[in-house]
Each structure stands twice: as structure tokens, then as C-alpha cells.
């Protein structure tokens, strides 16, 4: 088959072509640069631009959509470009192009407002409550992709939580720099227990979900390691995997997230394009505990993470040492 | 009627009923709300008719959960709301008991039921379907009551908060002007009500003329014979005697106004009631409690209504052999050695106060007779609070003699779950030291009071006190007419109610028959080997009354038997020493403090002890390291670590040299060897199952012995209880898969019939990969360095929990360091360090086990009777918390 990966220049959608290379599909990627995914053959475009993405997605069988505005900067009308109109526009050019299956790559913050998750079902997506404009137009974009589903034009969305490997800017560079500099705080010691991805586990499943849509059309299914961790011991392991010395301090998580909605603010008005060092969202991700049920996933997908978090932080370190 | 939450709008339903109650003129018709689940419609057959009967100031609402559950079982249920309450008709005419059985009876007539009736009632509806029940015994199936009264006795005064709702200028503004009494009423929910609920049952009485109904049912009230009701209650009341079609209590015994003492003297006017306390709950035990499927499971368990399923009635099989308990110390009081010591009891002072048989025998018939003197006979039950030792031997076995049903539970409880302890079992009569009579006294504990020690005047006429041990002793031989007390007691009456360690909830009331304790005692005697001749030191509770049973000597040591950990090494050695003890029955608290102690040893006591030969330590696992420090101390001795609860006091057994073969096969591989405790095999007369379970850690009916398959543990034996006291429900469940008593531990067999423990029931983690079992991990964890105690728990829900390990560390640098632990360094709890966390990972890892988190804490919780099980439930609960993020309080 033929797949269109919109977003392969981020880590994921680099890790989700390499995949369907290997597996000896026809690949092509999506994005605004060159993925440089060798092996696939590379559109150069806007999501939200409709003759781009129309001429990407010729002849493709199957599409993966990556691509989207994660940041936390931004207003919310750049967010609702590229999030929620960019996947509109994609959905109707695969349609008209005939593409049969499209996975959305979506997050499980689409379905949640902050509060603790034990075992958590993945739940439907829910744009009102979701926290922050990433969230927000995620879930709208979710919930549009799962309306067009149907026999003959099948869209599943998969959700990874919290992706890591090597080559991760998102969170693992920034919590080795920030290591580096002293300025990684744990809240609330640390305990709290979080969910995460390896990378080439989310990838995986994403393909898993190509390969089960019969069974994954028109559900949200949230991916895991299954291996739900407390947040001390996985900053721990990024920081000692990247040769730094692992957070010491704590700071109590409500102290946190009042600074993180100050600086916030703060950071907003002052037009600041990089991202803050703290912010509510952080706070809330880094205090509250955020793990899921996979059963339900795992069965759908007949998927299970090949890679655990000991075997990736193995292969983090070993990306490090080079 | 407004929209009420949990009622199905269509069971509300009006009715107009012609009265021939006295209280109406002739003719007249009063219109009746009442909810019908119409089970029975459309011609569908149905097992009969619930007759749901609410007081004073409820209405049918309070049955919503009855309607939905009995149209799921196929009952009709019909709740009315009486006249003058609820959506019924206000009549404007006072309506007296005696009306109200007349007017139940006129709406039966009107509406019609369908099939067999069970009336069921609560408050003053009770009264009001017992009466109902007493004069339509045609069609009359069965009798449910929840907390009612039916009785008034007249030497006890009517209960504080209605001699107040009663009191003039107090009752016609707190019932009807205002809605003070509705308002109390509904405040007695525990947990509180709902706020929809609450607004469900004020909404029939928003004014005061609604409220006049509530008014007059307070205002019937029969405080006394002159009162005009109390005609038609006491017929009612002495009508019931006669019902013989089952019955069911369902009592919330926290209850101000419907307390123990109402649910006693139902319970005597019907005695093949079956009862179900439900601790915690109080008035609105409907709402308090799950009474609604209890109720249904009981019509089924009881073959009540039409098309039953039979009775699941246990045949008791296979009699064998039967000699009262307390036979061999009658044989050995006349036999040769009936001048050589049979009980001892170390005091402070060093001499040991000792009776021979001749005089053990002829201080129990003098106490039995004291007893009977006093009405103390057949079915009395006796609370003996009192510490084992000479008076605690005796009183057990006079008791016993005439019938009594002794009550015992361990002051380990606490003062307030030994107060609940004591309220559940009713006793008749208190026999106890000074400190108990106090709490009675304190804690209005019902029945007569004797105090085990002489009191002055003053402190008799304080607590309460009729008479003390001393005089049951001295009581004339002429009072009862000079003969020993004949005949021996039915040996499948009840003969003693012991009380569980409550480390799992309140502490439920075992109930024992004569022929169950004298199985105990041959299964110990053949088992362990004890009779004439050992003379054995009894220094853990449940064991220390066999020993006169067993025809052993037995001495009870100087300790606090409320903390089993203050026995001393030389005070083990000086009750050993005083009868030349060649036995020691311990609890592993006792055993840790002896060991921390026997530096303490005199010579002579080391020599005691060396004559030690066998050493039987119950109540909690104990750890190979510790037993082989107590070997050190009795080199001589067999060590025994037998299994069992206070439902089968013996289950398995296995010694030291058991406990290495078994290590041994777990290293060769035999089958099901290992991941738990081993306990050994059955012992004599006891069958062991294993009910496998399913995939979320529920037991099935299929029961197992084969090796390696885990499940909830089953016994079957002659020496297990009869039944839980007044806990139909508990019953009901640990009978569930006959003839098996389910032990609420897990655990499997091996290929060579060892029977290895996994942990409780309720600590089953049910994780993504199936149901998996704590203790194996723990011991595993155990054996790494630093560790000393830890708690295998699942956090998250059922079906998709993660495993967390909990961990104390050795912070003394000393497994075996008695049962003082010492101070811990670390007083927070933390994320353990790296290094422990990655060995406990491995050893996980090993066992197909995720660990999720390693945490350690200053100090796991324990119970206070073992000092050693550690209450995974509350690690539980905590580590979720504190795995939450934020902030989880101290474990």
C-alpha cells in the first residue's frame, strides 16, 4: 500500500515512515521541510493548503496525520489553522483522491482538564474542557476525523502519551538541559505516576492501527508503555541517560503551578516566542498522576509495546554517548 | 407525586380503599398511594408478594431499592404509604395501632396480593406488619423487620429522643409545626443522604397539616399499659411467638431510638430468626446498608415463595464420637493423679496459684452452680472478660457445663471495637475484672454484671454488680437442690461465640457448638499429640482453653494478655519451670519479644526451657530466620507453626523441618511449590480445597486440589464453626460453596499436599495480565538487603492495576529485634533509592511482575493482635494517594 505521513520531520512521524518502510510499504512524507526519511519520497507544503496536500495524497491508499501545532506560544487562530482546519483539508483531499483508511494522531490530553488519572479509559474527546489551545483544537480535529469515518473511508485516531527517544526535543532535551542548569525542580517529590511511549512503541502501534482498522475505525485509543512510572524516576533516567546529574530539589506542585500561570502570563505579554520555563499545563503534567488502561487498546490493535522503558532508556544513553 | 429518584414513575399508583376501621364512620373510603412493581403483570407468574410497611416519618420511598431488586427476582413488592403519611389521604382522625393493622388489612383486601406474602416492615411499621402478619397467617410466607420494636419493657425506660419528641410543648412543634422530628430522622443516615434523597422524603410533608400524621404516630407511641395502644401492641407482640414461617432482622445497630436491646427481644420472641447486623448502619439501615438484596438472597437461601429453589441447608454428615470438653477433667479428678496440678497462672508476686483436677472439678461445680442459682443456664450468654488463667479455666468450663454460651473477645480490640464486640453478642451476663466492669458500665453494655475479683459495696453499687466469682463459689449447694447440674448440654447447641481479630473490619462473632469445640480439642490432641501427662504453658488465648480439655497440665505466664509481645523469656521460663512444661503455645509477637529478651535468662530458666520439646507458635506466619533464633532458645523443641483463623483454629501444620523440605522442593521444582507461605499439610480431620480464580481475582464454584492452581482456600473439618453471630449475610457467603467454609485467604496446593498461603482475598491485585497474589513477591522482597517488611499492593481499578511494593527498611541492621522496632531514621515517605528499586524490579521481573513504583516508609501498618499482618488494604489506599501526586498524609 501507499501512505501519505503528514509531520515526518518530528520524531514520531520520522519513526512512523521508517516503520512502514521497513514493513516495505510505499511511504510519503508530508511536511513543511525535507523529512529526510530516506526511502519515502517527500511533499513539501502547508497542511492548510489545499493543492499541496491534494497532490500529496494521490494515489495514496492510507493516510498517518501527524502534523500539528504543538507548542505552547502562539495565538489561539494559529492553533486552529494548522490543528483543526489543516485536518479538515486533509480529510476532504484524501476523500476526494479515494484514500481508504486515515489514523489521526491525536493526544490523550483531548479528553482531560487537569485533574489525576489512575487506569483511565481513553474517553471521548472533549474540546470544551481540554486545557490550553493545543489540547483544545487536537480534540475539535479528533472528533471531526472520527465523524467522517465509515466503511468505506475508515479514520481511527491514536493517541501516544508523552513520546520519548532519541532525538526528542519535546521533552527529553529539555529536561536534560534544564538538568544541566539546575533548574529542574520535581513537584511534589516526584511521585505521582506517568505514562509514557518509547517511540518506536507509538510508531508501531500507529502502523498496528493501519493494519486494524475493521476493528480501530471510528475509536480513540490511547498508547502507552503500559509501564506507568513515578515522574522522579523517569526524569531520573532521561537525566542520568544523558550524563546529567537527576533533579534533587522538589517544590510543592500547587507552589508550581501558581508560578507556571504566572509566567504564563508574563511570558505571553511580553510577545516571547520560545517556550517558558514553567507553565500551568507543565505544572499539572508534572504533579498529577497520568496513567491509562491499555487493555482496550491492545486488544484492538493486537499490539504490545516491544520496547520497555529500561531497554529505551538503554538506547537513549547509547544515543547520548555517540 | 413528584419525580423521586430511584422510583420508576409507573410503580406510583393510587387506590380508593373502603375502611371498616373503628376509627372512620361506616362507609367512608380513603384514597391510598402505594409503589407496585407490577412484577406480576401481564399474567406473569411471580414468587409472591413483598408487603413493605414504612413508619414514622417515611413513606414508601424508603423501598425503592426493594421494588427494583424484587422485580429483577421475580417478587411483586408493594410499598404503601400508610394513611395520614406520605401521597395518602389525610383523614383528619387520629389513627391508632389497632387502626392501622385494620387499615393495612383493607388495603390488602381492596388492591389484592399475588401468591405467598412476606410482610416487611420498619420503625413503627414494623409493629404494624407484624400485627398485619399475627392475624393473616393464611398466605403468610415470611417475615422480614428492619430496626423495630414490638415490646416495651416496662422496667426500661422508652428511648431519650422520644421521651423528648413526647414531652409536652415539645411534641406538637417539633412534629407537626415545624419539621424537626422528619428533619432528625433523616440526619440519622450514616453516611449522610443525598441531597435528592433527602428532598425525596420531606417532599409529602411541606406544611404542617401534612406533618399531622407524623404528630400522631409519635403521639401513639405506647409509653405504658394505660396508654390506649398498648392493648393492641401487646397482643401483636405475644401473637408473634406463634409464627413459625421464616424470619429475617436486618438491624443498623447504631441506632438512638431502635437499639440491640429491641432487635434481643424480637430475636427471643422469634428464635429461628435469622439476623443480620449491619455495623455501621444505623435507623435508615434501607439506606445505610444493601438490605434490599440481602433481603432476596435470604427468600432464596430460604425456599420462601413460590417455585423455590431448595434450601440450601447444610447436612451436618457423619457425627463422630462426641465427649464434652470439659469430660477428661471429671475423669481425671478421680482418677490417681487427680491430686497433681491441672491449671497454674504465674502472678507478679512469683507464686504461681495452682488447682489439682480434684480441685478444678470442684470449682467448676460450685461456679455451675452459683450459675444456676442465678438463672445462668441453657442459651445464657456469658462475656467473659476476664485474662486467661485459673478463674478464666474455670469460669469457661462451668459455663460450659450448664449450657451457657460463652461470649470471648480480646481486649486487643480496643476499648471501642470490644464495646461493639460485646453490644453484637447481647450477652446476658458480664463476667469481668474491675477494668471491664468500668467500660460496661461506660459504655452501657447490656446484661447483668459479676465481677471475677471481690468488690467493696461502693464499686459494686457504682458498676452495678450483682455478685462476684466469689460468690458463685460459695452459693449454697441447697439453692440448687445440692445435685450437679444434669444433663450435659445438647452437643449441637451453641457453646461459645469467639470474636475475630477485626484486622479486616469490625470483628464479626464466631459461633461455636459444643461438638465443634470438642473436635477442636482432638484435633489438636491428634495432631500435635498432647494429653495426660504434657503439661504445657498457654501463652496464646484460643489454645490456652484446651489445655484442661486435653487432660494437659497447662500455666498460664506472667504477661499482659492484651499485648502478647510483653511475654519475657524468663517469664516464659518460670511458667514452664513451675509445671516442668514440655510444651509452649506462643504467638509470634510473644516469640519476637521473648527473643529480644533472653538476655534476661536465669540458668535455671535456660534449663526450663531446654526441656522444651515441642513449641507450637499460631496466629501469623512467621519467618524462617525467627524460628531459627527461637530453636536456639528451645533446642529440644519441635517447632509447629500451624495455620488457621478463629473460624477453624487449625487448618494445616507444618514444623521447621517442614518448612526447609519445603524450601528444598521449591529449589527441585515440584509442582506448585513456592511463591507463598508454606503451611503445611491438612491436619487431622480437615479437607482443604482451593477454589480457583477467575481473571479480576473472583473466586469460582469449581473447587480445585490440584497443585499450582491459586484460589481462595477452603476447609472443611468437624472442628469448624457453626456459623457468624447475627451476620446471616457474612454467613450466607462463607458458606456459599458447600460444604466448605471459605477461609477469605488465597492461596494454592503443591503436588505433595502442602498448602501454600498468597495473602488475603481482598489483597488480590487485579492487573491487565490476570489476578495476582502478594506474598510471594513480598517474602522475596524480605530477603534483600535493607529490607525488612514489605506490602505488595494494587493501585488503580479492578482489571487494569499496576503493582506497587511497599517497603520498610531494616533500619536496626537487625531482622530479629524483638517487638519493639526500633525508632525509624527516615520519618517521611519517599520514592526508594535507585538501588532498591532495581533489585525489587529484578526480582519482579522474575515473577512476570511489573513493579510499577518501590516506595519505603518509616513503618507499615500492623495488627495489634499478631504484630505481624500487615494491612494491605490501608497500604493500598495510601499508596494510590501518594502515587496520585500531591499530598498523601502518613501511611
Not at chain 2, 510483653?566 to 521460663?573: D, F, G, K, P, Y
Not at chain 2, 457453626?722 to 449475610?729: C, I
Amino acid at each position: 500500500m501507499t501512505v501519505l505521513v503528514t509531520g515526518a520531520s518530528g520524531m514520531l512521524g520520522r519513526a512512523v515512515a521508517e516503520q512502514l518502510l521497513a514493513d516495505g510499504e510505499e511511504v510519503r512524507c508530508f511536511q513543511r521541510r525535507p523529512s529526510g526519511v530516506r526511502g519515502a519520497r517527500d511533499h513539501l507544503g502547508s497542511i492548510e493548503d489545499s493543492a499541496a496536500v491534494t497532490e500529496a495524497v494521490q494515489e495514496c491508499s492510507s493516510v498517518v496525520h501527524l502534523a500539528a501545532k504543538v507548542s505552547f506560544t502562539g495565538t489561539a487562530a494559529d492553533f486552529d489553522r494548522i490543528n483543526v482546519v489543516g485536518t479538515r483539508c486533509l480529510l476532504d483531499a484524501a476523500r476526494k483522491a479515494g484514500v481508504g483508511d486515515v489514523v489521526y494522531v491525536s493526544s490523550p490530553s483531548v479528553a482531560h482538564s487537569g485533574s489525576s488519572l489512575v487506569g483511565a479509559p481513553a474517553g471521548p474527546a472533549d474540546p470544551t474542557h481540554a486545557r490550553g489551545h493545543y489540547a483544545r483544537t487536537k480534540a475539535a480535529a479528533e472528533l471531526l476525523a472520527l465523524a467522517r469515518s465509515s466503511p468505506g473511508f475508515r479514520v481511527a485516531a491514536v493517541r501516544p502519551h508523552i513520546v520519548w527517544g532519541p532525538g526528542d526535543t519535546q521533552l527529553v532535551e529539555r529536561v536534560i538541559q534544564r538538568a544541566r542548569q539546575g533548574r529542574l525542580p520535581l513537584l511534589d517529590g516526584g511521585t505521582a505516576l506517568i505514562d509514557t511511549t518509547y517511540v518506536d512503541n507509538a510508531a508501531v502501534a500507529i502502523v498496528a492501527c493501519l493494519r486494524r482498522m475493521h476493528q480501530a475505525q471510528g475509536r480513540a485509543l490511547v498508547v502507552t508503555n503500559g509501564e506507568p512510572r513515578p515522574i522522579a524516576e523517569l526524569l531520573a533516567g532521561i537525566c542520568r541517560a544523558g550524563g546529567v546529574a537527576p533533579p534533587r530539589w522538589s517544590v510543592p506542585g500547587l507552589v508550581a503551578r501558581g508560578a507556571g500561570a504566572v509566567i504564563e502570563r508574563a511570558w505571553l505579554a511580553a510577545g516571547r516566542s520560545e517556550e517558558p520555563p514553567m507553565t500551568r499545563f507543565l505544572a499539572e503534567q508534572l504533579s498529577t498522576a497520568h496513567w491509562f488502561d491499555q487493555r482496550a487498546t491492545r486488544e484492538v490493535l493486537d499490539w504490545t509495546p516491544a520496547v520497555d522503558i529500561e531497554e529505551g532508556l538503554r538506547r537513549l544513553e547509547s544515543y547520548y554517548r555517540r | 407525586m413528584v419525580a423521586l429518584p430511584g422510583v420508576d414513575p409507573s410503580w406510583s399508583t393510587f387506590a380508593d380503599v373502603p375502611s371498616t376501621s373503628s376509627a372512620d364512620t361506616p362507609g367512608t373510603t380513603h384514597r391510598w398511594h402505594y409503589l407496585d412493581n407490577r412484577a406480576d403483570h401481564d399474567g406473569r407468574t411471580v414468587k409472591g408478594t413483598l408487603l413493605c410497611v414504612h413508619g414514622n416519618p417515611t413513606f414508601s420511598f424508603l423501598w425503592r431499592t426493594y421494588l427494583a431488586a424484587g422485580l429483577a427476582a421475580g417478587w411483586r413488592v408493594i410499598a404503601v404509604d400508610q394513611l395520614d403519611m406520605g401521597y395518602s389521604a389525610r383523614t383528619g382522625v387520629f389513627r391508632r395501632l389497632a387502626d392501622r393493622i385494620t387499615d393495612l388489612e383493607d388495603f390488602v383486601a381492596a388492591v389484592g396480593l399475588t401468591g405467598p406474602v412476606v410482610t416487611v416492615g420498619h420503625d413503627w411499621g414494623g409493629v404494624v406488619s407484624l400485627g398485619y402478619a399475627d392475624r393473616n397467617r393464611a398466605g403468610l410466607a415470611g417475615v422480614i423487620l428492619t430496626n423495630t420494636a414490638i415490646h416495651q419493657d416496662p422496667a426500661r425506660p422508652i428511648p431519650a429522643p422520644l421521651r423528648l419528641a413526647l414531652a409536652r410543648g415539645v411534641h406538637r412543634l417539633g412534629t407537626r409545626t415545624t419539621s424537626a422530628f422528619l428533619d432528625v430522622t433523616l440526619a440519622l443516615a450514616r453516611p449522610r443522604l443525598d441531597r435528592q434523597v433527602r428532598r425525596a422524603f420531606r417532599a409529602p410533608y411541606r406544611d404542617a397539616k401534612a406533618r399531622q400524621g407524623i404528630a400522631n404516630f409519635v403521639a401513639d407511641i405506647p409509653v405504658g399499659p394505660t396508654h390506649p395502644s398498648y392493648a393492641a401492641l401487646t397482643a401483636a407482640a405475644e401473637g408473634i411467638r406463634s409464627i413459625t414461617v421464616p424470619v429475617l432482622m436486618m438491624w443498623g445497630p447504631q441506632d438512638p431510638i431502635f437499639s440491640d436491646p429491641y432487635l434481643e427481644d424480637l430475636a427471643r420472641r422469634l428464635p429461628h430468626a435469622d439476623i443480620h447486623r449491619f455495623e455501621g448502619a444505623g435507623h435508615l439501615v434501607q439506606e445505610d446498608a444493601d438490605t434490599a438484596s440481602t433481603a432476596l438472597q435470604w427468600l432464596e437461601a430460604r425456599g420462601v415463595g413460590l417455585d423455590p429453589v431448595p434450601a440450601g441447608a447444610l447436612e451436618r454428615s457423619g457425627h463422630t464420637a462426641y465427649a464434652p470438653l470439659g469430660q477428661r477433667v471429671g475423669e481425671l479428678a478421680v482418677g490417681p493423679d487427680s491430686g497433681s496440678t491441672a491449671v497454674a497462672e504465674m502472678t507478679a508476686a512469683g507464686v504461681p496459684r495452682t488447682l489439682s483436677w480434684r480441685e478444678l472439678q470442684d470449682d467448676i461445680e460450685r461456679v455451675s452452680h452459683g450459675l444456676l442459682a442465678r438463672g445462668i443456664g441453657h442459651g445464657s450468654r456469658v462475656s467473659l472478660l476476664v485474662p486467661p488463667g485459673v478463674d478464666l479455666t474455670v469460669l469457661i468450663y462451668a459455663c460450659l457445663r450448664v449450657g451457657a454460651v460463652i461470649v470471648v473477645a480480646d481486649a486487643g480490640l480496643g476499648a471501642r471495637g470490644l464495646s461493639r464486640a460485646v453490644r453484637g453478642a447481647a450477652p446476658d451476663v458480664v463476667i469481668g475484672i474491675e477494668r471491664a466492669l468500668v467500660a460496661a458500665r461506660v459504655f452501657g453494655w447490656p446484661g447483668r454484671r459479676i465481677s471475677a475479683a471481690p468488690l467493696s459495696a461502693a464499686e459494686r453499687s457504682a458498676l452495678g454488680i450483682e455478685a462476684s466469682l466469689k460468690d458463685l463459689r460459695s452459693t449454697a449447694l441447697s439453692a440448687t437442690g445440692g445435685a450437679p447440674p444434669e444433663p450435659e448440654a445438647d452437643p449441637d447447641a451453641d457453646a461459645a461465640i469467639l470474636f475475630t481479630s477485626g484486622s479486616t473490619g469490625p470483628a464479626k462473632g464466631v459461633v461455636y457448638t459444643h461438638r465443634q469445640l470438642a473436635a477442636m480439642r482432638d484435633a489438636v490432641e491428634r495432631t500435635l499429640g498432647l494429653g495426660p501427662g504434657t503439661a504445657l504453658v498457654a501463652g496464646f488465648a484460643p489454645f490456652a482453653l484446651l489445655g484442661p480439655a486435653l487432660g494437659a497440665t497447662s500455666v498460664t505466664p506472667a504477661m499482659d494478655v492484651t499485648a502478647p509481645r510483653t511475654l519475657t523469656a524468663q517469664a516464659l521460663a518460670e511458667a514452664a519451670e513451675a509445671i516442668e512444661a514440655t510444651v509452649v503455645f506462643a504467638s509470634p509477637a510473644a516469640l519476637r519479644n521473648v527473643l529480644a529478651t533472653r538476655g534476661e535468662l536465669t540458668p535455671s530458666g535456660r534449663t526450663a526451657l531446654a526441656r522444651i520439646t515441642l513449641l507450637l507458635s499460631a496466629g501469623a506466619p512467621i519467618p524462617v530466620p525467627l524460628l531459627e533464633a527461637v530453636q536456639d532458645l528451645v533446642p529440644a523443641a519441635d517447632l509447629h507453626t500451624p495455620y488457621g483463623m478463629t473460624e477453624s483454629l487449625l487448618v494445616a501444620d507444618i514444623d521447621l523441618q517442614g518448612i526447609r523440605e519445603a524450601m528444598t522442593a521449591v529449589g527441585t521444582g515440584t509442582e506448585g511449590a513456592g511463591n507463598g507461605v508454606c503451611v503445611g499439610r491438612p491436619v487431622h480431620g480437615a479437607r482443604v480445597g482451593i477454589a480457583a480464580l477467575d481473571d479480576v481475582g473472583a473466586p469460582s464454584q469449581d473447587v480445585t486440589v490440584e497443585p499450582g492452581v491459586t484460589g481462595e482456600i477452603l476447609v472443611s473439618a468437624p472442628h469448624v464453626k457453626d456459623r457468624y453471630f447475627r451476620l446471616w449475610r457474612t454467613e450466607q457467603l462463607s458458606a456459599g460453596i458447600p460444604p466448605w467454609h471459605r477461609t477469605g485467604d488465597v492461596g494454592h496446593l503443591d503436588a505433595d499436599g502442602r498448602l501454600w498461603v498468597e495473602g488475603r482475598l481482598g489483597h488480590v491485585i487485579s492487573s491487565p495480565d490476570g489476578a495476582m497474589t502478594p506474598v510471594g513477591l513480598e517474602q522475596a522482597l524480605e530477603g534483600l538487603d535493607g529490607v525488612r517488611l514489605a506490602a505488595v499492593v494494587g493501585v488503580g481499578p479492578m482489571g487494569t492495576q499496576v503493582v506497587v511494593a511497599v517497603i520498610e527498611e531494616d533500619t536496626a541492621g537487625d531482622a530479629v529485634d524483638g517487638g519493639g522496632r526500633a525508632a525509624p531514621k527516615r520519618r517521611r515517605a519517599r520514592l526508594a533509592d535507585d538501588t532498591v528499586t532495581a533489585r525489587a524490579r529484578a526480582l519482579a521481573r522474575e515473577r512476570g511482575i511489573d513493579l510499577a513504583a518501590v516506595i519505603a516508609v518509616p513503618r507499615l501498618p500492623v495488627d495489634i493482635r499478631h504484630n505481624a499482618k500487615i494491612d494491605r488494604t490501608r497500604v493500598a489506599r495510601w499508596s494510590a494517594r501518594f502515587l496520585a501526586g500531591g499530598r498523601s498524609g502518613p501511611l
